[in-house]
Each structure stands twice: as C-alpha cells, then as structure tokens.
C-alpha cells in the first residue's frame, strides 16, 4: 500500500459535467489549484455509460463548461431534428470533455486529475488499479456527484423479469435489434423515448412495440428551446412561462397554465402527466412515439 499526501485549494470529486464546469470557472475566474477524482477513466460522468444512440436532449449551444463551445451550431437537415441545432452524440461529449481536461485544465498546471480513483470521504481516496491511496490536504472540497445520475446500464432491473423473456439496457439495442420478434420498453422519460425513436426509426413495426410507463411525463418542444437564429421565441417563451409560473397558485394551476400556454406536449392528450424531468422531443418524433401503445 502507498500512501501519499496531495494538497490543493479544492478538492472536486466527480468530473461529470458539474464537476467540469465548476473546475472551468475556477480556471477562468480565479488563481485556485484543483484536485479532481472520478472512478471514471475519463471525464464525462454517466456519458461514458450511455446507450451508443443517445444524443443530448438540447441543442449542443446549451450544454459544457463556459470556455469551451460544444458543436458547431449546425441545423439537422435530416432526420427527425430537421430544422433545429444540433445534438451532440455520447462520443462528442466524452471527446469534449476530453480536450477541456487535457489542453486547459492539465496543460494550466493548476489541476492534478485522478481519474478510476475512488472517493471515499473525508479528503480520502484511492485508486481502483493499483495500491495508491491518498490524502488530501485542501480548503474546500466539492461534492459534484450531488446528482446521483444512474442510467440503466449501471444497475439491474428494478422489477422482477419474467422467466424466458430476455431485459437489457437500451446500450445493447443496436447488437440484438432485429433478434426478438416484440419489444418492450419500460419508463416514460428521455431513455425510453430514444429507446422507442431507435426501433421505429430501424424500421421496427410500431405493433410489435409495447410501452409500459407507471407515469406519464410532461415534454417540452424542442423548437422552443434554440439558440442564435430562434433565439428571440426561446427567451420570449421563457418570460412568458415564467409570468404563468408567478401567477400560478398550486402546482397544477402551474402545469395547466404552462400547457395552455402551449409550452408543454404530452404523448397522450387524455392522460394528465405526473412527471416532469424537462426532456425534449420535436413535434416529429412525437407523431412517431404516438404510433406505439
Ligand atoms: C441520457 C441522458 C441525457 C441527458 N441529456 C441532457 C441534455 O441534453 N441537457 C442537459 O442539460 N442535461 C441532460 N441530462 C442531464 C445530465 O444528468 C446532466 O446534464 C449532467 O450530465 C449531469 O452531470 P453530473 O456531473 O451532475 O453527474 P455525472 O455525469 O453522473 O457525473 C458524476 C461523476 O462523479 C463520479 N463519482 C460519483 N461518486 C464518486 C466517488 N465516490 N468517487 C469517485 N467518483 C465518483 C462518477 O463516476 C461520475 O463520473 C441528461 C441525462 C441523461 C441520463
């Protein structure tokens, strides 16, 4: 075993996207040396565990730390995006993040990264590949793994799966599509949509697709949350909700104004949602999603 002794202004555990932005704005904005941790290989947090199809929900503008633009504000010409910016993949995130780490934060000399190291509390961690263990000696220590992000790859099924049939993430989709005769996918939020959008978009026939949702989910229409060219009618729609919202006196006065408001979209317009996680479709992709029971 080899204990060493690290120190640094910050301590950061967790180089997902909050962990990166904080540590960027640091890097920006003040003089402060950072110690990062993750039991990653590599920055971008539950990005490196999603499915191969998954894009970001919002345009690329949006996402990443401040000092660095994700994309190339890009309008889809194709597909079901046609017409709004782009999205980036999972491999243009992970390869983002990357350059961010690699040729600002290490090449500052101000940032020590650790990555496939485990925090265990208490300025303590150590790596998960070899005997290291370190302490930390810094002022503050920032917990970026507040969200507690768990995609389906990371865990087992939170239901019991009926003998013969055969349950698998949605990252395995793209190696088993087209080996099964009927598809099931299970949850209403953003992975059940992409999981839907992959099969129907391969060709699957929507009969041979079943959707089982405990909750029905609010959706935003992506065509109201753009940068740059549209970028009046996103703030505009933005001020306009927000005046709803102020107004609102219970939080299903708050829903129904926000959706008379036209700024909500639900699968089933009989069916008042319970969920809102704030994913995104366009008005394309929910014709297809209402294709499957
Ligand atoms: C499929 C999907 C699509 C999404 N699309 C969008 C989008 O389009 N726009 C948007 O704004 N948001 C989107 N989100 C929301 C997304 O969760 C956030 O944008 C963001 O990526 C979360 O980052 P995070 O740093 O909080 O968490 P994470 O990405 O989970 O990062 C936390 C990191 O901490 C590490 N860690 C945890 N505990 C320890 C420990 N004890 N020791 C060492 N390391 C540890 C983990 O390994 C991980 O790398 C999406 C989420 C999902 C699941």
């Known amino acids: 075993m080899h204990g060493k002794t690290l120190e640094a202004d910050y301590l950061v555990i967790g180089s997902g996207a909050m962990g990166m932005a904080f540590t960027d704005t640091l890097m920006t904005e003040t003089e402060a040396t950072v110690i990062m941790v993750d039991r990653h290989h590599q920055p971008g947090g539950h990005w490196n565990d999603a499915y191969s199809h998954v894009r970001l929900h919002q345009p690329s503008a949006f996402y990443g730390v401040n000092s660095k633009k994700l994309g190339s504000d890009t309008l889809d010409t194709t597909g079901w995006n046609q017409g709004l910016y782009e999205l980036a993949t999972d491999s243009e995130v992970c390869a983002y993040v990357d350059q961010v780490m690699q040729r600002q934060f290490l090449a500052s000399g101000r940032v020590q990264y650790f990555p496939m190291c485990e925090y265990t509390g208490d300025r303590q961690f150590h790596s998960l590949v070899s005997d290291d263990q370190f302490s930390v000696v810094a002022d503050k220590v920032v917990d970026a793994t507040y969200m507690k992000v768990t995609v389906p790859s990371m865990r087992a099924p939170a239901y019991e799966v009926a003998q013969g049939a055969t349950c698998l993430p949605p990252n395995a989709l793209p190696r088993v599509a087209g080996q099964y005769d009927r598809y099931v996918i299970v949850g209403a939020g953003k992975t059940g949509v992409d999981a839907c959008l992959f099969l129907l978009k391969n060709g699957v026939d929507p009969d041979n697709i079943a959707w089982v949702m405990p909750r029905d989910s609010w959706i935003l229409d992506r065509a109201n949350i753009q940068p740059l060219k549209f970028q009046q009618q996103t703030i505009g729609g933005f001020a306009q909700e927000m005046e709803v919202i102020a107004q609102a006196e219970s939080l299903d006065d ?40």
């Open 254 to 293: 708050l829903f129904d104004g926000v959706n008379a408001s036209g700024r909500l979209l639900r699968l089933d317009e009989n069916v008042r949602p319970t969920m809102y996680r704030c994913s995104t479709v366009t008005m394309d992709e929910l014709d297809q999603l209402r294709r499957i029971n």
